[in-house]
């Protein structure tokens, strides 16, 4: 890792520093161990990526809670039993990393995809009622970025332009919510599927889809630092029935999303509730 006075960066610096640091490593993981084993280099990835991401954050930020995809208990929801001990530090801390170290697992494990990411964002309890996302960066290792390193959003990214034509949304690639393909047909849009959550909310932002929806199941960690990163960028995010996202609840489950071009967001939640 590099020793760089990582612990003098801001935030949102250290954010987008720790999505490219553990992209590295999950590129050369990739590489070295090939692809002959999906399982196995699915297996390997997680882990490589969470010890580096978590290693990084022990040094960096120390007084900081985590929650990530990999740590134990990791889905477990406290609200069902509020009695339990050993209660996480994150349902108390001020200052919360939630972290996805490998979204798009199934794509990282095939030959030739690029549709995998790293997810790294900063919830701050005392950012607001419910607390809100104050950093997040999304690494995309196997992209490039306009400077010909890997690519990495954060959340100061512009938004692009608005492009004529039917509605393009991304989708699951393997597991897109059962009423989609009505809702994209029935408003006469185009799906494009694709793997990762960080990957399809980056497509907003990015141009490349005007909205992205899931339903159906999703973790805090598949969301955050993509949604951190498409408010920085303009654009609407929320559940699918227009409520807002919350995160580091005691429930870490948050099964559905709506991310979208703002223009968009009023036409699309009304479609939604006809079609779901
Ligand atoms: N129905 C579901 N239940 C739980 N998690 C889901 C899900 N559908 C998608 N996800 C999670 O959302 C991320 C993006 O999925 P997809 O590529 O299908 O859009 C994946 O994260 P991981 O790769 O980190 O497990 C996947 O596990
Ligand atoms: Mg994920």
């Not at 134990?72 to 200052?95: E, F, I, M, Q």
């Not at 989708?171 to 960080?198: D, K, T, Y």
């Not at 999703?218 to 929320?238: R, T």
């Not at 948050?254 to 006809?274: F, K, T, W, Y």
Request: hydrophobic share 40%; glycine share 10%; net charge negative.
């Amino acid at each position: 890792m590099t020793e760089d006075g990582t612990g003098r960066l801001d935030d949102q610096a250290f954010a987008e520093w720790l999505a490219g640091e553990a992209g590295v490593a999950l590129t050369a993981l990739r590489a070295e161990q090939g692809f002959a084993d999906a399982k196995a280099l699915k297996d390997a990835g997680d882990k490589v990526s969470h010890d580096l991401m978590s290693t990084a954050l022990a040094r960096w930020r120390p007084a900081d809670a985590v929650l990530s995809e990999e740590q134990a208990d990791s889905r477990r929801a406290w609200a069902d039993d509020p009695s339990a001990g050993d209660r996480p530090t994150r349902l108390t801390a001020d200052r919360v990393w939630i972290i996805d170290p490998l979204d798009g697992t199934r794509e990282f494990s095939e030959s030739g995809r690029d549709d995998w990411a790293v997810h790294v964002a900063l919830w701050q309890r005392s950012a607001g009622p419910d607390g809100a996302l104050v950093a997040g960066a999304v690494g995309m290792p196997a992209r490039t970025g306009p400077d010909g390193t890997p690519l990495v959003l954060g959340n100061r990214v512009p938004a692009a332009p608005a492009v004529d034509g039917p509605l393009r949304i991304a989708v699951s690639r393997s597991r897109p919510p059962a009423f989609v393909s009505e809702l994209v047909e029935g408003i006469g849009a185009r799906a494009v599927p694709m793997g990762s959550a960080g990957v399809k909310v980056c497509a907003v932002v990015t141009g490349e889809v005007d909205a992205y929806v899931h339903a159906g199941g999703q973790y805090e960690w598949d969301s955050a630092a993509p949604v951190a990163v498409a408010l920085g960028a303009g654009m609407h995010a929320s559940r699918i029935d227009g409520s807002p996202l919350r995160y580091n609840r005691d429930d870490p489950r948050l099964p559905d999303l709506l991310v979208c071009r703002p223009e968009h967001a009023g036409s699309l939640l009304a479609a939604i509730d006809r079609y779901r």
